[in-house]
Nanobody, 121 residues
Framework: QLRLVESGGGLVQSAGSLTLACTAS????????VGWFRQAPGEGRVFLAA???????YYMPSVRGRFVVSTDSTKNTVYLQMNSLRPNDTAVYYC???????????????WGQGTQVTVSS
């Protein structure tokens, strides 16, 4: 069993930056791919970016160049650095993990509880 906990959310002004962390505990001896999703009020959960178990990141066009995914294996943590934030980036942000990374939410077995990000104009 793998447990994920997101942290780092909060309130930030437009054009600001924020870094989210996704920290894993439990069966961290296995290798996992990790994805980042977000869900705005009244909308579905949308894929943003992921990092493969080999450490290769990939991004949706909507965030490529603004968001960066990285890992610190010593801390069992994956980060989502978000730059040039806009009000429409406001959402609950989730990380998810499974044996392989994917763009599809149904491919992930493990999810964090989410962390709120609010971008003010």
């Amino acid at each position: 069993q793998l447990r994920l906990v997101e942290s780092g959310g909060g309130l930030v002004q437009s054009a600001g930056s924020l870094t989210l962390a996704c920290t894993a505990s439990g069966r961290t001896d296995d290798t996992y791919g990790v994805g980042w999703f977000r869900q705005a009020p009244g909308e579905g959960r949308v894929f943003l970016a992921a990092i493969t178990w080999r450490g290769t990141p990939y991004y949706m066009p909507s965030v490529r160049g603004r968001f960066v995914v990285s890992t610190d294996s010593t801390k069992n943590t994956v980060y989502l650095q978000m730059n040039s934030l806009r009000p429409n980036d406001t959402a609950v942000y989730y990380c998810a993990a499974d044996r392989t990374s994917s763009r599809w939410r149904d491919d992930y077995h493990y999810w964090g509880q989410g962390t709120q990000v609010t971008v003010s104009s």
